[in-house]
């Protein structure tokens, strides 16, 4: 089955701790985005990447880092300067290159601080 | 002025009304809408796209956009209790690539 998978879909984090979340797609997607989510808003956008070793800063970088070494993977660090991180992160992908292109989502991973 | 805004709802319809969701958006060069479901807890799901002046129709969702008012709508037909959730609206500028969210209307369709 072709899609998108996020681990693990629930993460605790330490203070002072780094932690990565993982993205994974077999579609085939040039484009992959990392946005957060807090309780009753919208998507945020993190980070995005259009090709391998290639990556912008969204509208919340800050406290977050990311890597594009394979297309099809597109981790996400949450550092200890990140000081507010709870909250639903979701990574999504899409063909690049047409002004129509759909992003489609994974499952999701929730971070919450002990 | 938030780029995309929609009413957060909560929106209430009995099953077998039509469900109308609205959000208006602030950026006269965006080129792309999108109406995303998102199920407690869970990740949103493309419901519809749509990229011309008009009306699109798919099974019981019908999308409307109106670029010179700056407003696109979602309407739901038929509604049915599984149709309960949060709807997010998506605008994008032209070539850029990321999506700018609306803050998500919660619809409930009551049995």
């Known amino acids: 089955d072709g899609g998108i998978t996020q681990s693990p879909k629930y993460l605790f984090r330490k203070e002072g701790q780094n932690v990565t979340l993982s993205c994974e797609q077999n579609?085939?997607?040039?484009?992959m985005y990392w946005y957060r989510q807090d309780p009753g808003q919208g998507l945020r956008l993190i980070y995005y990447?259009?090709?391998?070793?290639?990556?912008q800063k969204g509208d919340i970088a800050e406290g977050y880092s990311v890597s594009r070494e394979k297309k099809e993977s597109f981790p996400l660090t949450v550092t200890s300067a990140q000081k507010n991180p709870t909250a639903f992160y979701l990574c999504?992908?899409?063909?690049?290159?047409?002004?129509?292109?759909?992003?489609?989502f994974g499952p999701g991973t929730r971070l919450l601080v002990l | 002025q938030k780029e995309v805004e929609q009413n957060s709802g909560p929106l209430s319809v009995p099953e077998g009304a039509i469900a109308s969701l609205n959000c208006t958006y602030s950026?006269?060069?965006?080129?792309?809408f999108f109406w995303y479901r998102q199920y407690s807890g869970k990740s949103p799901e493309l419901i519809m796209s749509?990229?011309?002046?008009g009306d699109k129709e798919d099974g019981r969702f019908t999308a409307q956009l109106n670029k010179a008012s700056q407003y696109v709508s979602l309407l739901i037909r038929d509604s049915q209790p599984s149709d309960s959730a949060t709807y997010l609206c998506?605008?994008?500028?032209?070539?850029?690539?990321?999506?700018?969210f609306g803050s998500g209307t919660q619809l409930t369709v009551l049995p």
């Open positions: 999504a992908s899409s063909i690049a290159g047409t002004d129509q292109e759909t992003q489609y």
């Open positions: 579609l085939n997607h040039d484009a």
């Open positions: 990447s259009q090709i391998v070793n290639d990556f």
């Open positions: 950026d006269r060069v965006s080129q792309s």
């Open positions: 749509i990229y011309s002046n």
């Open positions: 998506a605008v994008k500028r032209g070539s850029a690539r990321q999506l700018t």
